[in-house]
Nanobody, 123 residues
């Protein structure tokens, strides 16, 4: 079992920044890929970014490429999502996830999910 706890959401004006954190509670998390997804009201949950603890591999959705950065602190078992130049369309609940196989842009690749943190971007 992997417990994931997100934090850092809030209300920000367009053009502003937020940093989300995801703390992973498991003895050995190194073999998991960590992902961030988001779900806006009335829409399906969508991929935002993913990374690995080892090797520094990262992937981003086209909609956030160049604005968001995913990173991880393996010693503290925390994954971050730095979000810059936020837009109203970034408003959503953001979820952290841990997975061990498959297409990491797909929800089905993830075995464990956090409870989500809300991000609201005002225009």
């Amino acid at each position: 079992q992997v417990q994931l706890v997100e934090s850092g959401g809030g209300l920000v004006q367009a053009g502003g920044s937020l940093r989300l954190s995801c703390a992973a509670f498991k003895r050995d998390i190194s073999n998991y890929v960590m992902g961030w997804f988001r779900q806006a009201p009335g829409k399906e949950r969508e991929f935002v970014a993913a990374n690995t603890w080892i090797g520094g591999w990262t992937a981003y959705a086209d909609s956030v490429q160049g604005r968001f950065t995913i990173s991880g602190d393996s010693a503290k078992k925390v994954v971050f999502l730095q979000m810059n130049n936020l837009k109203p369309e970034d408003t959503a609940d953001y979820y952290c996830a841990a997975g061990s196989g498959g297409n990491f842009r797909s929800l089905s690749a993830y075995d464990y999910w956090g409870q989500g943190t809300q991000v609201t971007v005002s225009s």
